[in-house]
């Protein structure tokens, strides 16, 4: 049984990091791209960050580039999201997610076949 299992969310002030890690099992996911996706209230689910598990080449969608970083452990079978410099827009459930497809589709849900339950990262002003 896959399960990916996010922890580190939290309330913080703006300005402070938080580091958001997702705990895998039930499988081996080489080749697989690790997505962290975001959703704040009353709005859509939106991607964040990914990474290729093989190759560690990262993505970043552009209002997060040069403040979040994603990265994995081999060893723990972890992935994980460091934040910094938060904002509050950047208030939201963060979920991981795992999927096989294109690089050019690694910004969409529809690749990631398996989903974490979510942590709750809120940034107050």
């Known amino acids: 049984q896959v399960q990916l299992v996010e922890s580190g969310g939290g309330l913080v002030q703006a300005g402070d990091s938080l580091r958001l890690s997702c705990a895998l099992s039930?499988?081996?996911?080489?080749?697989?791209?690790m997505g962290w996706f975001r959703q704040a209230p009353r709005k859509e689910r939106e991607f964040v960050a990914a990474?290729?598990?093989?190759?560690?080449?990262?993505y970043y969608t552009d209002s997060v580039k040069g403040r979040f970083t994603i990265s994995r452990d081999n060893a723990k079978n972890t992935v994980y999201l460091q934040m910094n410099s938060l904002k509050p827009e950047d208030t939201a459930v963060y979920y991981c997610?795992?999927?096989?497809?294109?690089?050019?589709?690694?910004?969409?849900?529809?690749?990631?076949?398996?989903w974490g339950q979510g942590t709750q990262v809120t940034v107050s002003s």
């Open positions: 990474i290729r598990w093989s190759a560690g080449s990262t």
């Open positions: 997610a795992a999927g096989l497809g294109r690089l050019s589709a690694v910004t969409s849900m529809n690749i990631y076949d398996y």
């Open positions: 039930g499988r081996t996911f080489s080749g697989y791209y």
